[in-house]
């Protein structure tokens, strides 16, 4: 409840409350990103496009109040490496679609396939989209979107692609029809299929023609415009694009916490600085990309005997590995950690590897307390095929969960006949979709500078 401050007739009018100030200030500089080059598309000199890339707890994709206001504890400092309170798994980026030109934040993932933003009118439900994620699209504002034809060859082979088993046509308007489901199902969307200029930059430089889901009924917890699929499949983002830009190529750079911004580039870029590679493949069954994992190190030991596919997954917070693998990886850490007098922890489950402080198990306050030695931590690696390694730094691989205690982001898989999936945990690299280089990403500066 807002508390009234009384004042004498005739005195100056009261200054408003610190915070008041602070946080119109904070929405004043999150319009000024919004109305700069911030959300501006670029082409680098090697001719790429770069897109900025921005987390989901950044100061202009945070919570708004109901009448527009920025939420005032948005601005607080958060360490989302170390908080699993605020840690949230996606990174958002601006796409403009249009005429008339408008900016949608969407979430990338290399594990989907179709891009899709939510659409007027909403025939069955809609999300909470927050305003900084843009206005939610209108096709019937816009003067160049079309619907894709039922009968038509795109329609066909999405349906296809997509494993669609029910109708996918909406005769009336003779629009193509799409599903998506993510995950266990904590998502889903479904929609008509249609085509729209994907414009770059302010002055509306056109790009290509985007096909795309045009959301008509969201499951979804989020607050950004949609999910752009960086997947295998033709009708990906990256697939689509790919043909219109001067290297099948792209990379990214994750941002660490809501302050920073990363970035991500669309084509070619200074190969000259790179020496780490290694084969990028469709992955098995499914419309995403994998590597080749060959290792698995931990303090010097390697902990697998034989290579194994791995999917590279932007949208996955966890990096799941096979059954065997875990095991053998939660063993280790265990024994790492006992030194630190830290226990396991099995109230989570046993497909996560959480511990416990000694002194918490004798004398438990409620809440877990928070672990910051981090160079005391046991050293990951994984190798890949080729010359490529990732070392993965601790405060990556392990957080504080209040409720858990200290776990890492590796999940136990539940086939050790699937793929294994690189969460964006540690996936802080840039990747080039044609050779899969990697490199590590400078997070004093972004984007990385030659």
């Known amino acids: 409840m807002a508390r009234l401050i009384e004042q004498e007739p005739g005195a100056p009018p009261a200054a408003p409350p610190p915070s008041t100030i602070l946080a119109k200030e904070r929405k004043k500089s999150c319009h000024a990103v919004l109305d700069s080059e911030e959300y501006n598309h670029t082409v680098n000199k090697d001719g790429g496009i ?100 039922c009968l038509s060859r795109d329609c066909l082979e999405l349906k296809s692609t997509l494993r669609l088993e029910l109708a996918t046509c909406r005769e009336r308007e003779n629009s193509c029809l799409y599903s998506l489901t993510y995950g266990d199902g904590w998502a889903s969307t479904v929609g008509k299929v249609g085509r729209d200029k994907l414009l770059i930059g302010h002055d509306e430089a056109l790009i290509f023609e985007l096909m795309f889901g045009c959301s008509l009924d969201t499951v979804y917890s989020d607050y950004e415009a949609g999910i752009i699929g960086f997947g295998s499949s033709k009708f990906s983002f990256f697939e689509q694009v790919s043909t219109r830009i001067n290297y099948k190529a792209f990379s990214y750079c994750l941002p660490s916490d809501e302050a920073q911004k990363g970035y991500m580039i669309l084509g070619d870029y200074n190969r000259g600085s790179v020496d780490e590679y290694t084969a990028l493949f469709p992955s098995s069954g499914r419309p995403t990309y994998s590597l080749t994992m060959n290792g698995l190190i931990v303090n010097g030991h390697n902990l ?68 910051s030695d981090w160079s005391s931590l046991p050293l990951v690696e994984i190798t890949f095929a080729g010359t490529a390694s990732l070392t993965v730094p601790a405060e990556n691989l392990f957080q504080n969960n209040e409720k858990h205690g200290l776990c890492t982001s590796f999940l136990r898989g539940s086939n050790n006949m699937l793929p294994q999936v690189l969460g964006n945990r540690v996936n802080a690299y840039i990747w080039d979709w044609r050779n899969t280089i990697m490199h590590p990403c400078n997070r004093k500066k972004w984007p990385v500078e030659d």
């Open 50 to 149: 770069e897109f900025p890339v921005f987390h989901r707890n950044h100061l202009c994709a945070r919570s708004f109040g109901a009448a527009g206001e920025m939420d005032q504890t948005m601005g607080t400092s958060i360490n989302v490496i170390g908080d699993s309170s605020v840690n949230s798994f996606a990174f958002l980026m601006p796409i403009v679609l249009g005429p008339p030109p408008i900016m949608n934040l969407v979430a990338f993932d290399t594990g989907s396939t179709l891009p899709w933003v939510q659409c007027r009118p909403c025939t069955v439900k809609c999300h909470d989209q927050l305003p900084k994620a843009g206005q939610i699209f209108d096709p019937s504002k816009s003067s160049t979107f079309r619907s894709v034809p």
């Open 304 to 371: 697998i005997a034989s290579s194994s596919e791995m999917i590279v997954d932007s949208g996955s917070w966890w990096t799941i590995l096979s059954p065997d693998t875990f095991d053998l990886l939660d063993e280790v850490i265990t024994e790492a950690l006992a030194f630190l007098d830290y226990q396991r922890s099995y109230e989570r489950g046993s497909q996560y590897i959480c511990f416990i402080s000694r002194a918490d198990s004798l004398n438990w306050r409620g809440v877990h307390t928070a672990f």
